[in-house]
């Protein structure tokens, strides 16, 4: 066990990073081209990263309202290569569960950190490069991909280093299974590698972080979770011209056709409402039989019924 190293498990909810040890920053910046859109996101994340779920609610709301001027490129960033990490009171999957309890409450994002006593991840490695497997297929399936693995992690508390929980996830985002397992066993992990390397040459410590672009070496990084105004400031500073979308919130199911499962905290984030009206609104949904609900010790999850 190396003590000095920081544990890549304990998120700051103040400074709303998970951070990880990876070396000197450089000053390099790195030419981010902007393929068809204007500005361009390299979003470092990781699967079972607990500030990266906290900014679900922010990210989705900048979708929706600058979709037209942005391309998001995730790449994963390897936060738990494995056990030898033993600092801040984190040194067993064990320590982890209380600490995601708390995150829970700061977020508002429901997290059941029972995951890591009932079926502890060994590392977020094989996540990692199922994400990159995925992006081989499609990119907007991968994108739901990850975001079924969070659920299954943090309501459910699947194991997802498994690959019957990987599998699963796979499934039900619309993935061809059997090349995800090819290529999961092979290139995936060339371009995981690749992405861990692209991580050090930017400078990456922790998740979210987030590289604006425009294209012309002009760039602003947004590290942590932070308010929506941080994300979109970054933009509108890249792209002074950019004009946000209305997102109408006249039919409250309307953002369901978007998005199949929202949190109170995201529905409240997107619609500029306080998470209390959210609650209430979605809540009401729920009693009339519009909605379905999935609800864990630290908050819910709705659907479409």
Not at 249 to 268: R, V
């Amino acid at each position: 066990m190396n003590e000095n190293k920081i544990n890549p498990l304990l998120c700051d909810p103040k400074t709303g990073m998970c951070e990880m040890p990876i070396g000197e920053k450089s000053n390099e910046i790195a030419s981010i081209p902007a393929e068809n859109k204007p500005i361009k996101i390299i979003y470092y994340t990781d699967p079972i990263c607990s500030s990266c779920w906290g900014i679900e609610p922010q990210l989705r709301k900048l979708k929706l309202e600058y979709g037209n001027y942005i391309e998001i490129d995730y790449r994963m960033g390897g936060l738990l290569p494995d056990w030898t990490y033993n600092s801040g009171g984190i040194s067993k999957p064990s320590d982890v569960a209380h600490h995601w309890d708390e995150a829970s409450l700061y977020y508002a994002m429901p997290i059941d950190g029972d995951v890591w006593l009932e079926d502890p991840l060994d590392s977020s490695y094989p996540s990692c490069i199922a994400m990159k497997a995925a992006q081989i297929q499609s990119k907007d399936k991968a994108v739901y991909f990850m975001r079924i693995l969070r659920e299954k992690l943090y309501l459910d508390k699947k194991n997802i280093a498994k690959w019957e929980n990987i599998a699963e996830g796979a499934e039900i985002a619309g993935l061809d299974i059997a090349k995800l397992k090819t290529d999961y066993e092979n290139d995936a992990k060339k371009l995981f590698q690749e992405d861990l390397n692209l991580g050090r040459t930017l400078g990456v410590r922790g998740f979210p972080t987030l590289f604006f672009s425009d294209g012309n070496n002009n760039q602003l990084t947004v590290y942590g979770s932070k308010p929506y105004a941080s994300y979109e400031n970054a933009l509108s500073a890249l792209l002074p011209e950019a004009k946000k979308k209305d997102i109408p919130n006249e039919n409250s199911l309307s953002l369901f056709e978007i998005y199949p499962t929202l949190a109170p905290k995201e529905y409240a984030v997107i619609l500029d409402i306080s998470y209390t009206e959210a609650k209430d609104i979605l809540e009401e949904l729920y009693q009339k039989g519009k909605l379905d609900k999935k609800t864990i010790k630290n908050g819910s999850l709705y659907s479409l019924k």
